[in-house]
């Protein structure tokens, strides 16, 4: 059973940082993690992905440069999100969600992510 659960989420003032953790058990074989935000009100969107060998990596374009998706180097199966110069609109319910193979089409598409998290808060104030 393929089971992934967030941490890392807090309440934070603008321009502050924080890092979110995404814990995966149960993958058999390779797959994507992705991580995508839902603001109030809003769709739930892509954030960034990683495949689980740490090798290749996406980013919304909106939010690149000011987050980070990684492999954490010292944790199995254990990824990362870097939230940095947070501002009130990066307020969310950020989630990370496992995709397995295969892999056409847009790596930000909700639909071909299969196991999801619980999902952890951030608030972000002004």
């Known amino acids: 059973q393929v089971q992934l659960e967030e941490s890392g989420g807090d309440s934070v003032q603008a321009g502050g940082s924080l890092r979110l953790s995404c814990s995966v058990s149960?993958?058999?074989?390779?797959?994507?993690i992705g991580w995508f935000r839902q603001r109030p009100g809003s769709e739930r969107e892509a954030v960034a992905a990683?495949?689980?060998?740490?090798?290749?990596?996406?980013y919304n374009p909106a939010m690149k440069g000011r987050f980070r998706v990684s492999q954490d180097k010292d944790r199995n199966m254990v990824y990362l999100l870097q939230l940095n110069n947070l501002e009130p609109e990066d307020t969310a319910m950020y989630y990370c969600?496992?995709?397995?193979?295969?892999?056409?089409?847009?790596?930000?598409?909700?639909?071909?992510?299969?196991?999801w998290g619980q999902g952890t808060q951030v608030t972000v104030s002004s």
């Open positions: 969600a496992a995709r397995p193979p295969p892999y056409g089409g847009s790596w930000a598409l909700r639909e071909k992510y299969v196991y």
């Open positions: 149960g993958l058999i074989s390779s797959a994507f």
């Open positions: 990683i495949n689980t060998a740490g090798a290749t990596i996406y």
